[in-house]
């Protein structure tokens, strides 16, 4: 009997899956047809939960294969996953971002075999969507890179972390330890991580329940992707001591510059595009993500930060 035939015919706990969504209503339709193939089960639930701020909410859209509800009250990922976790009562939960492509037998995969009774948390695999060698820089080095493995966040030992673009997520140990936090724009992943294993439970790892993850496409996309990480690592560095320490920014700037430079004098010696390309993106993304630390991750922008002492004032002259 194939792995398929048996993922097929075995009992498997009930699922919900949880997709937050910001963008425009074309990509939330590309969305919703994008998802579709995923195989359900009886007790199974599947939600797009758009967190599009300004929205108002479309009729008709809270039915069909798979249906959307508007979380518009906070726009952040914790607040719209933790929405979409309200919506069912299935005893696992399964998170996928909605840039990913996950394969129709994506829930069935996550459990073969039945995880232990101790684990709350598992990481399924994440690739990088393949980018042909002479194609756009930004998506060839993101998937050099591996940018979005596993790998790249269980790097960090004790700290490591599954990455929601495709984790699952027991429902009792998620409830019990009070779901995401709601008032943060990034790493409510790890927060929850740390919180879970605190409470005694444990996390594994399953890469065969794996996704394809759509990379950013501008160096724009991706400098803002890194520096929103930079400002995750820093709240999480300030709530979990010990996690993400910062490092001196003058000798990471000449650590970048000889690292680009070096790089693309071997690359240009070997007239390989992929050296060059991790030469000049593997620096700005570690110094991106670095002087991220410097902006807020809270919802809303706290007076504290330059961003809140420069919005905030305006926001209240305007009432």
Same mark, same amino acid.
């Given at each position: 009997?194939?792995?398929?035939?048996?993922?097929?015919?075995?009992?498997?706990?009930?699922?919900?899956?949880?997709?937050?969504?910001?963008?425009?209503?074309?990509?939330?339709? =590309?969305?919703?047809?994008?998802?579709?193939?995923?195989?359900?089960?009886?007790?199974?639930?599947?939600?797009?939960?758009?967190?599009?701020?300004?929205? =108002? !909410?479309?009729?008709?859209?809270?039915?069909?294969?798979?249906?959307?509800?508007?979380?518009?009250?906070?726009?952040? !990922?914790?607040?719209?996953?933790?929405?979409?976790? @309200?919506?069912?009562?299935?005893?696992?939960?399964?998170? #996928?971002?909605?840039?990913?492509?996950?394969?129709?037998?994506?829930?069935?995969?996550? %459990?073969?075999?039945?995880?232990?009774?101790?684990?709350?948390?598992?990481?399924?695999?994440?690739?990088?969507?393949?980018?042909?060698?002479?194609?756009? +820089?930004? !998506?060839?080095?993101?998937?050099?890179?591996?940018?979005?493995?596993?790998?790249?966040?269980?790097?960090?030992?004790?700290?490591? %972390?599954?990455?929601?673009?495709? +984790?699952?997520?027991?429902?009792?140990?998620?409830? @019990?330890?009070?779901?995401?936090?709601?008032?943060?724009?990034?790493?409510?992943?790890?927060?929850?991580?740390?919180?879970?294993?605190?409470?005694?439970?444990? *996390?594994?790892?399953? =890469?065969?329940? *794996?996704?394809?993850?759509?990379?950013?496409?501008?160096?724009?996309?991706?400098?803002?992707?890194?520096?929103?990480?930079?400002?995750? @690592? @820093?709240?999480?560095?300030?709530?979990?001591?010990?996690?993400?320490?910062?490092?001196?920014?003058?000798? #990471?700037?000449?650590?970048? #510059?000889?690292?680009?430079?070096?790089?693309?004098?071997?690359?240009?010696?070997?007239?390989?595009?992929?050296?060059?390309?991790?030469?000049?993106?593997?620096?700005?993304?570690?110094?991106?993500?670095?002087?991220?630390?410097?902006?807020?991750?809270?919802?809303?922008?706290?007076?504290?930060? #330059?961003?809140?002492?420069?919005?905030? !004032?305006?926001?209240? =002259?305007?009432?």
């Amino acid at each position: 009997m194939t792995a398929d035939a048996r993922r097929a015919g075995a009992t498997r706990p009930s699922v919900d899956v949880v997709v937050p969504f910001r963008g425009t209503p074309a990509d939330l339709e =590309e969305l919703r047809a994008r998802l579709a193939p995923l195989r359900l089960r009886p007790g199974d639930s599947l939600v797009i939960v758009d967190n599009t701020p300004g929205r =108002e !909410p479309v009729e008709g859209l809270g039915e069909g294969v798979v249906p959307v509800i508007h979380a518009g009250g906070r726009t952040t !990922p914790g607040f719209a996953r933790n929405s979409g976790v @309200a919506r069912g009562s299935a005893d696992w939960l399964v998170f #996928l971002d909605a840039d990913v492509v996950p394969p129709a037998d994506l829930l069935d995969r996550y %459990f073969d075999p039945p995880p232990s009774e101790r684990i709350a948390l598992i990481a399924g695999g994440v690739l990088d969507e393949a980018a042909p060698a002479r194609g756009k +820089a930004v !998506p060839r080095y993101l998937y050099i890179r591996r940018s979005m493995s596993q790998d790249d966040t269980f790097r960090f030992d004790s700290w490591g %972390f599954p990455k929601t673009a495709n +984790a699952a997520c027991r429902r009792a140990a998620f409830e @019990a330890v009070g779901g995401f936090r709601e008032d943060i724009r990034s790493a409510e992943d790890a927060d929850l991580s740390y919180r879970l294993r605190g409470a005694g439970w444990e *996390v594994e790892r399953r =890469e065969s329940a *794996v996704v394809t993850h759509r990379s950013r496409q501008t160096v724009r996309g991706f400098v803002a992707q890194k520096a929103l990480h930079g400002a995750g @690592a @820093a709240w999480i560095a300030r709530n979990h001591p010990g996690a993400f320490p910062a490092r001196r920014r003058p000798g #990471l700037v000449w650590w970048g #510059l000889r690292t680009a430079a070096k790089g693309l004098f071997a690359a240009a010696r070997s007239r390989d595009r992929d050296k060059a390309l991790w030469a000049l993106f593997e620096p700005l993304e570690q110094l991106t993500v670095e002087f991220g630390r410097s902006l807020p991750n809270e919802r809303p922008v706290p007076r504290r930060s #330059l961003l809140g002492r420069l919005v905030i !004032p305006r926001e209240e =002259e305007s009432h």
